[in-house]
C-alpha cells in the first residue's frame, strides 16, 4: 500500500485530500469539515476511484465453510438484541449536515462487475436522503432512491427503483443462486415501512412493484403447450422439447403490510396466453396463485386453471376439475405447476400484436 495525505486547517475548518493505492486500487479521498469551539457543525466526504477491485480492499468472498458456519451464526442471533443495536447505531447518528458522495468507475470481482457507479447521501437533523444511487449491472443501468427518518420509533424507510433489462442468468449466479431459466428482467417499484429489524420491516412494508421478464427460455419440455392441451403436448412432439420459449412475463403488485397481491399476471409464449391473479405473504413466506392459460391456436376451448398455494419453498399444486374431465389426464397437468415455481421461486414472437412487455405502475 502507498499514499499521500494532505492537511490544512484554519480557525473553523480543516480540509484533507489522501491519495491511496492498493495493488491495482487507486483511491482518491477529500474531506471537508467545519467546527466551532471543538463541536462539528457539518462534514462533507467525497470518495471517488476509476477502477475498484474488491480483492485489493480484502473484499473477494471466499464461499469456505467457515463463512457458511459464521452466517448461520449470525441467524441465530436474538432478534430483540438486533433490534437494540440497530436503535442504539441510528442513536449515535450525526445531526449537523452530512453529505457523503461515491463515484466509482467499475467495481469488479471474481464473478461480478458493477460500472458508472454514482452514490450521494446527505443528512441533516433526524433524516437522511439518499438522492443519487446509480450504477450499470452487467450494461443494465439501475437507479435506487431513498430516505430515512429517525425520528420516527421505530425509524422510518421509504425507497424507489428501477433497473432496466438485466440479464438473469448473471444475476442468479452472482447471487449464487442455481437456476435454468434466462431473460432479460425489468423492474420498478417504490416501497415504505417502519420497522428496526428485517422482520419489523417486513411486516409493515406498503408500495407498488411491478416487473417485466422478456425473451425467457425455461429448461423443460415445452410447458406452454402442455398447459393448454395434454393431447397436444404427448402427439406434437412438444413432449421432447428441451426447453420453453416465453416472450413476456410481467405483472404489477400492490403491497400492504408486507402482503404483495397481483391482479394482471400476463404470459405469453409462442404457444399461449396466460393471465392469473395472486398474492404473496412475505412474512410468513406463502403464496397463492392462479394461472389460466389459454392456447393461441384452439379455436374453441375450455380454459383450466392451475393453483399454487403453500409455502414458497414447496407449494401445493392443483388443477380445476374441467380440465381434468375435459384433457383426460389430471396428473400430467401437475407437470405445469414446475413452470410457475421457477418464474416465482426462483427472439421476440414474430407477432406485431403482442402486448408489450414493460413495466408499468398504477399512478
Not at 457539518?42 to 465453510?65: I, K, M, P
Not at 427472439?347 to 398504477?362: F, G, I, K, N, Y
Amino acid at each position: 500500500m502507498a499514499g499521500e495525505i494532505q492537511l490544512a486547517a484554519d480557525t473553523h475548518s480543516a480540509r484533507m485530500q489522501a491519495d491511496a493505492r492498493l495493488d491495482e486500487t487507486d483511491l482518491a479521498l477529500s474531506v471537508e469539515l467545519t467546527h466551532n469551539s471543538g463541536t462539528l457543525d457539518s462534514l462533507q466526504a467525497a470518495l471517488s476511484s476509476a477502477v475498484v477491485r474488491l480483492e485489493d480492499l480484502g473484499l473477494q468472498a471466499a464461499g469456505t465453510n467457515a463463512d457458511a458456519a459464521d452466517h448461520q451464526q449470525g441467524e441465530d442471533v436474538d432478534a430483540g438484541t438486533r433490534k437494540t443495536s440497530v436503535q442504539q447505531l441510528l442513536a449515535k447518528l450525526p445531526r449537523y449536515p452530512v453529505e457523503l458522495s461515491l463515484q466509482v468507475g467499475s467495481l469488479q470481482g471474481e464473478i461480478t462487475r458493477f460500472d458508472d457507479i454514482n452514490v450521494h447521501v446527505s443528512g441533516s437533523g433526524t433524516t437522511y436522503l439518499l438522492d443519487q444511487f446509480d450504477f450499470s449491472y452487467d450494461t443494465a443501468p439501475a437507479a435506487i432512491r431513498g430516505i430515512v427518518d429517525i425520528s420516527l420509533d421505530p425509524p422510518g424507510v421509504s425507497v424507489a427503483g428501477q433497473a432496466e433489462s438485466i440479464p438473469l442468468n448473471t444475476l442468479s449466479r452472482d447471487l449464487g443462486i442455481e437456476t435454468d431459466i434466462s431473460g432479460s428482467l425489468n423492474l420498478r417499484g417504490g416501497v415504505s415501512a417502519q420497522g428496526a429489524t428485517g422482520a419489523e420491516l417486513l411486516q409493515q412494508l406498503d408500495g407498488s412493484m411491478a416487473f417485466a421478464l422478456e425473451n425467457a427460455t425455461v429448461e423443460g419440455a415445452a410447458y406452454d403447450v402442455l398447459a393448454t392441451g395434454i393431447l397436444t403436448w404427448l402427439f406434437s412432439g412438444a413432449a421432447l422439447e428441451k426447453s420453453t420459449f416465453l416472450d413476456c412475463t410481467m405483472a404489477q403488485f400492490t403491497l400492504e403490510d408486507g402482503i404483495a397481491r397481483t391482479d394482471s399476471l400476463f404470459v405469453e409464449s409462442p404457444n399461449m396466453i396466460a393471465t392469473g391473479v395472486g398474492s404473496f405473504n412475505l412474512p410468513k413466506r406463502t403464496l397463492a396463485l392462479t394461472l389460466t392459460p389459454r392456447s393461441k391456436s384452439r379455436s374453441i376451448q375450455f380454459p383450466s386453471s392451475i393453483s399454487l398455494r403453500g409455502d414458497m419453498a414447496s407449494p401445493r399444486t392443483s388443477v380445476s376439475p374441467i380440465a381434468a374431465t375435459l384433457d383426460i389426464s389430471a396428473e400430467a397437468m401437475l407437470f405445469v405447476p414446475r413452470l410457475l415455481v421457477k418464474i416465482f421461486g426462483g427472439s421476440r414472437s414474430q407477432s406485431d400484436t403482442t402486448r408489450p412487455c414493460e413495466v408499468m405502475l398504477a399512478q
